[in-house]
């Protein structure tokens, strides 16, 4: 299909309005009237490719998914892996609560004892008076749930943790407003200042795992299948390996995250501290089951709104929410999982059958005919006989081109 059915067919499937399917064919619908109150300083917008992966079965639904990045093959990468595991059933995902941490520093603190006694004691007061910070919340019987105290006597540093339930958002705003409305409280009837007072990325209390099994045959055989391992354990024994492999995860959910304008330093934030718990290492786990077939699995923090922050002032993310088809944060979160999981499974199973360059070459051959100068017929034209030369780069492009312009 070309991008006008493409677009035809998802409005159709996902029962977009005839305005929300033509903002979605505009170029460039956010105004810079809109944009000025957005971030500072705006002088213009910038525009991303947005593609659809799809195949996507999820705790046995389906879903197209939204994703916007400027590299080629991760589209197709998450679509191929969606498909595979499609054939056992697709991806089973869960998400915890959207329990988010917020920190408090206190210093000067030189008797531990007593101001434990005395914060634990303040408890239920400072519970009370984050729950102001937002009706929605409390009237949910979520917000503020928990205040966990934690000490460093080398440092006479007391770091407070407000675990806050901020049901669909994702929820640095309403903890960082919590945090600095009950540190007053806390200076005023401790006498100790307070410091920082703000959300902690490392949400390692709003977890997304998802699993999906990749049959043997489908993978390439048990030889593929021994070499995947063998690429997975190069991912938990060494950092440098780790790396690369967790940025294909988040490959695909980056992608998703600037999709529905939500923070993707946050996540990605979150998803590397994570990962650092124990040393550094994969945040997907892979084993072989009885049949011989491919198990892979990944946890991963995953602090992502279906409201708030951005999410909803851009008007093409409310319109590709609605394509993606989540109803909620937890929803929104598996999904994310799914995805991350897909792209990573993608990844190590190229990287250890054929090898990513023949897949990743074919677009990343356009993306270079267009940076040698090629318009129109001729991306197709240069990108086709680079590849079959084997030899792709900008300086050559712009030798064909010159070439084929003079024929
Ligand atoms: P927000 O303040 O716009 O929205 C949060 C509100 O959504 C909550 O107060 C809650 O009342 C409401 N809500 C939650 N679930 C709901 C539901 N089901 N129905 C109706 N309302 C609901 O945004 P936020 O999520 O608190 O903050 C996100 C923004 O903060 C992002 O733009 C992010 O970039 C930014 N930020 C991030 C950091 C960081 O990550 N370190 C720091 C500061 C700001």
């Known amino acids: 299909m070309d991008p006008a059915m493409r677009l035809e067919t998802v409005a159709s499937l996902c029962n977009l309005s005839p305005e929300e399917a033509s903002l979605m064919a505009k170029e460039s619908p956010l105004p810079i009237s809109q944009a000025k109150s957005i971030i500072e300083n705006v002088i213009t917008t910038l525009e991303i490719p947005l593609g659809i992966a799809t195949n996507f079965l999820i705790n046995g639904k389906d879903y197209l998914i939204p994703m916007a990045?400027?590299?080629s093959s991760i589209v197709a990468a998450c679509s191929y892996a969606a498909k595979l595991a499609r054939n056992t059933g697709g991806f089973s995902a869960k998400a915890t609560d959207s329990l988010m941490i917020g920190q408090i520093q206190i210093i000067g603190v030189d008797d531990f004892d007593q101001f434990r006694k005395k914060i634990l004691s303040l408890k239920d007061r400072i519970m009370v008076e984050a729950n102001t910070r937002s009706e929605t919340l409390r009237k949910s019987g979520a917000g503020a749930k928990d205040l966990q105290v934690r000490e460093f006597p080398n440092e006479s540093m007391v770091i407070l943790h407000l675990i806050v339930d901020v049901m669909d958002a994702m929820g640095a705003n309403v903890v960082n407003t919590m945090c600095e409305h009950v540190s007053r409280i806390i200076e005023a009837e401790t006498g100790h200042s307070?410091?920082?007072r703000i959300l902690s990325n490392l949400s390692d209390l709003r977890i997304a795992e998802a699993q999906a099994t990749f049959r043997k045959e489908d993978v390439g055989g048990e030889a593929v299948v021994n070499r995947i391992m063998q690429a997975?354990?190069?991912?938990?024994i060494d950092p440098y390996r780790a790396a690369t492999h967790n940025k294909g995860i988040m490959n695909g959910i980056d992608a998703v995250l600037v999709a529905t304008m939500n923070d993707w330093r946050a996540i990605e934030a979150g998803a590397h501290s994570f990962a650092s718990r124990d040393g550094y290492r994969s945040l997907t786990h892979y084993a072989v089951n009885g049949e011989g077939n491919l198990t892979v699995s990944i946890r991963i923090p995953m602090?992502?709104?279906?409201?708030?922050?951005?999410?909803?002032?851009?008007?093409?993310?409310?319109?590709?929410r609605k394509i993606l088809g989540v109803s909620n944060a937890k929803e929104f979160a598996c999904v994310l999982a799914s995805v991350g999981l897909a792209q990573n499974f993608a990844a190590v199973r190229a990287l250890a059958s054929e090898g990513i360059q023949k897949g990743h070459m074919t677009l990343h051959?356009?993306?270079i005919a267009m940076?040698?100068?090629a318009r129109d017929e001729e991306i197709d034209e240069i990108s086709r006989l680079m590849i079959k030369e084997g030899n792709i780069s900008v300086s050559r492009a712009r030798t064909m081109l010159g070439e084929l312009r003079k024929k």
């Open 69 to 71: 990045v400027e590299e």
């Open 194 to 196: 307070t410091n920082l």
């Open 232 to 236: 997975y354990s190069m991912s938990v």
């Open 303 to 320: 602090a992502v709104g279906t409201v708030g922050g951005a999410t909803s002032s851009i008007p093409k993310a409310r319109v590709i």
């Open 365 to 367: 051959s356009k993306n």
């Open 371 to 373: 940076s040698a100068g």
